[in-house]
């Protein structure tokens, strides 16, 4: 099982940029799909995106959809996630979770996930 360790959060200012980071031990990266969620205190984690084991497929919820790119580095067992455009409703606790699958799918539910990381609190400013 792999474990994971997010980093990369931070307070930014509204309209600003942030990159998140999802490092991950283990040798058999290309073996998991990959998902990042947020959460708020008291709140349900919420679907960002997310992208399948092979990376050729992606998928991105309609509040950040064209603002947030997910991306994975295999030479790096690394998995990304670039926020531009941020706002102030998008503050919250990152997470970056993995799902062992032998499909090349991607997953928008929390549940799906086996093995999730610490979090990462970004914070928008406006």
């Known amino acids: 099982q792999v474990q994971l360790v997010e980093s990369g959060g931070g307070l930014v200012q509204a309209g600003g940029s942030l990159r998140l980071s999802c490092a991950a031990s283990?040798?058999?990266?290309?073996?998991?799909?990959w998902g990042w969620f947020r959460q708020l205190p008291g709140k349900e984690r919420d679907f960002v995106a997310a992208?399948?084991?092979?990376?050729?497929?992606?998928d991105y919820a309609d509040s950040v959809n064209g603002r947030v790119t997910v991306s994975r580095d295999i030479s790096k067992n690394t998995v990304y996630l670039q926020m531009n455009t941020l706002k102030p409703e998008d503050t919250a606790v990152y997470y970056c979770?993995?799902?062992?699958?032998?499909?090349?799918?991607?997953?928008?539910?929390?549940?799906?996930?086996?093995?999730w990381g610490q979090g990462t609190q970004v914070t928008v400013s406006s």
């Open positions: 979770a993995a799902k062992s699958t032998a499909f090349d799918n991607t997953y928008a539910y929390a549940r799906a996930y086996d093995t």
């Open positions: 283990g040798r058999t990266f290309s073996s998991y799909a």
């Open positions: 992208i399948s084991r092979s990376g050729c497929n992606t």
